[in-house]
């Protein structure tokens, strides 16, 4: 399908690094996204994003998102996992592979958690499907943080049943609910990212920023990843 656009960081330390996927919100390519991989190559992880709306406008994209996170399958799947193969792949790289999403990549997350060669995953306010029974006991370890005040169908209520239904499992998890917090309260965009319908829906689904929330979820991600992306 042609180069797929993405953006790489890789850790100070010598090599080998365990590799993390992140998977990048409704505002797709920009300074967060950006910011979020240079955090995680900071503690240690060879990080790639890749751009899922580099092959048609940003409405025919989330068209196709939106499908194929229903069907947990597609080219956006694929094109993720092309990212996941490039890590693979990379002379750093020890093999081990994590991936991280934050709204609409959070809910990637999860869909990549059972069977797609992760070793752990973790789902920032990415929901929990009504399907979810049937597949999540088949998931890798997962971290999930999640707002109480996120107003949008992938805030509190979704994280507790995450939570509920991981722990009915066995599947190692970590989910955690921040009081008096919203949605994508780990993204820290810049206003020049944000497009007029990404700005509707932060007020709708009650979106900001919180940098004491923030520190702490990434505190239990980086904990999370280092635990369960060591080399075996």
Not at 41 to 56: C, H, K, R
Not at 69 to 97: M, N, P, Q, Y
Not at 109 to 132: E, I, K, Q, R
Request: aromatic share 10%; proline share 5%; glycine share 12%.
């Amino acid at each position: 399908r042609g180069s797929m656009p993405a953006y790489t960081a890789a850790p100070t330390a010598t090599p080998p690094w365990a590799g993390v996927v992140v998977v990048h919100d409704f505002t797709g390519m920009s300074h967060d996204l950006r910011a979020q991989t240079d955090w995680l190559a900071g503690e240690g992880f060879l990080t790639v994003a890749p751009d899922l709306y580099y092959w048609g406008s940003r409405l025919r994209c989330l068209r196709a998102i939106m499908r194929e996170l229903g069907e947990r399958k597609g080219r956006t799947f694929d094109d993720i996992d092309a990212a996941r193969r490039w890590l693979v792949g990379h002379d750093g790289c020890s093999g081990r592979v994590g991936v991280v999403g934050f709204c609409m990549g959070g809910a990637y997350a999860l869909a990549l958690a059972p069977n797609a060669g992760y070793s752990a995953s973790s789902v920032n306010y990415g929901g929990c499907p009504s399907d979810a029974e049937s597949w999540l006991q088949r998931a890798c370890p997962i971290v999930g943080s999640f707002g109480a005040a996120d107003r949008s169908p992938l805030g509190a209520r979704a994280g507790r049943r995450l939570d509920q239904l991981l722990t009915q499992y066995g599947v190692p998890h970590d989910v955690k609910i921040y009081p008096g917090v919203g949605h994508g309260f780990m993204n820290n965009h810049d206003p020049a990212d944000a497009t007029l319908l990404l700005r509707f829906l932060a007020r709708v689904s009650g979106t900001t920023y919180d940098e004491a929330a923030t520190s702490d979820a990434r505190r239990r991600i980086t904990a999370f990843f280092r635990t369960h992306l060591a080399e075996e």
